[in-house]
């Protein structure tokens, strides 16, 4: 079935470092999404991609749609300690479920 | 935006009772909702699939007997949790989609503690 790599895993870093995410898949997606999930909460959508080589921002937040639909990355630029969270990826292929990646942990030293 | 309503937020009951968690879209109807279960420091399972009027659709695994769901309406979908016993303590989240390929909006989801 369709699987989604995302890295990295965790990171720590300083407050005010940029911070880089990607998920890669070996199927193609129609749609990218990015959510962010806090402690108790649920996931909220950040920012959603439609087409390949599509590039959003979010405030201080882009994203991109790889041009081979495999792939998708999320920036963070100017860390705050609000940042911190889960982050999640997410693809559908026109009319199918989602498929979630395993989450980038952000932890952020101030 | 879209709102995404869901209820309780933490449910603590004895084994054996039945529990129901509801979940609306508060500013939209929603053509599909989904119900996800996520363990600690993990991603969110996929559990089942509704559409308003329809029976759902579960994924394998998923006992359908056990996780009943209702989408009586394109604003109300409730997931009803038969004879809970503690092995279904878990974090419950139901999302919400406008029509298809739209982006799913989530619940604050509902912790499940069963003792």
């Known amino acids: 079935g369709q699987q989604l790599n995302q890295s990295p895993q965790s990171m720590f870093i300083q407050e005010g470092e940029d911070v880089s995410m990607n998920c890669t898949s070996s199927?193609?997606?129609?749609?990218w999404l990015w959510y962010k999930q806090e402690p108790g909460e649920g996931p909220v959508l950040l920012i959603a991609?439609?087409?390949?080589?599509e590039l959003t921002s979010n405030g201080r937040l882009t994203a991109q749609f790889g041009i081979t639909r495999k792939d998708s990355f999320l920036n963070i630029s100017a860390s705050i300690p609000s940042d911190v969270g889960i982050y999640f990826c997410?693809?559908?292929?026109?009319?199918?479920?989602?498929?979630f990646g395993a989450g980038t942990i952000l932890r952020v030293k101030s | 935006g879209a709102v995404v309503s869901q209820h309780p937020s933490w449910v603590i009951c004895k084994s054996g009772t039945s529990v129901k968690i509801e979940c609306r879209s508060l500013?939209?109807?929603?053509?599909?909702m989904f119900w996800y279960r996520q363990f600690p420091k993990q991603s969110l399972m996929l559990m089942a699939t509704?559409?308003?009027?329809?029976?759902?659709?579960?994924e394998q695994g998923v006992e359908k007997d056990k996780f009943l769901i209702n989408h009586a309406s394109l604003t109300l979908s409730t997931l009803t949790v038969t004879s809970a016993h503690p092995e279904d303590s878990s974090f419950y989240i139901c999302?919400?989609?406008?029509?298809?390929?739209?982006?799913?909006?989530f619940g604050d989801g509902t912790r499940l503690s069963i003792l």
């Open positions: 999302s919400a989609e406008m029509g298809a390929n739209q982006p799913q909006h």
């Open positions: 199927s193609i997606f129609n749609t």
């Open positions: 991609l439609y087409k390949a080589g």
């Open positions: 997410a693809g559908r292929l026109y009319g199918n479920k989602l498929v």
């Open positions: 500013d939209f109807q929603a053509t599909t």
């Open positions: 509704s559409n308003e009027g329809s029976k759902a659709t579960y």
